[in-house]
């Protein structure tokens, strides 16, 4: 077989995560939660879910573990410097953190999650076609600085192509035994 095509190392949509936009963070959360996807005999754990209209008919964005982490935090976080916003987990500086409090900041958590998967999103920066080679996939990979690449056959979204896998293709043509690990990637 020849798995230097996108279509032959791609992740099909159906197996791959996939939410509303009118989706809440939560409901992002348990949709990756359930997700596991088997390639090569080696599981692994989706770190972005796709994000589509409400009849799932159009693909209009992605959305991954760091957004979802993002939609999570305090606004308080949010309005300070990065220096403010770490001097508040030094616990040398207060021990106090009254702001922090365990019961707090899981209410916060539970409140927050139950906001829009569209308001985190990011938009799709490229996709690939089917039969694209995976140089292309490569290029456009590495050009749009995303690890992630919604695969399209006749306009219509038809898989995923993740960066581990066209590594672990590369792996393969350069006949190195040990194929990586999702675990090994940031954000697929």
């Not at 989706?23 to 796709?50: C, D, H, K, N, W």
């Amino acid at each position: 077989m020849n798995e230097e095509l996108v279509h032959d190392i791609m992740v099909p949509v159906e197996e791959y995560p996939r939410v509303q936009d009118t989706y809440t963070l939560r409901q992002a959360i348990e949709a990756m939660g359930r997700a596991q996807i088997l390639r090569r005999r080696q599981a692994s754990l989706p770190r972005v879910a796709l994000v589509f209209n409400e009849g799932f008919t159009d693909l209009l964005g992605m959305l991954r573990r760091r957004d979802i982490m993002r939609g999570l935090e305090p606004r308080f976080l949010l309005s300070g410097s990065l220096e403010y916003r770490r001097k508040l987990f030094d616990v040398d500086v207060d021990p106090n953190l009254a702001e922090l409090s365990y019961k707090k900041v899981v209410a916060g958590i539970r409140k927050r999650a139950g906001r829009l998967v569209r308001d985190f999103m990011i938009p799709i920066r490229a996709t690939i076609d089917y039969d694209d080679h995976i140089m292309k996939a490569i290029y456009e990979m590495v050009d749009q600085n995303t690890s992630l690449l919604p695969v399209l056959r006749e306009g219509s979204i038809v898989g995923v192509l993740r960066s581990v896998d066209v590594l672990n293709e590369i792996a393969r043509i350069l006949g190195i035994g040990t194929p990586l690990s999702q675990s090994d990637e940031l954000d697929c």
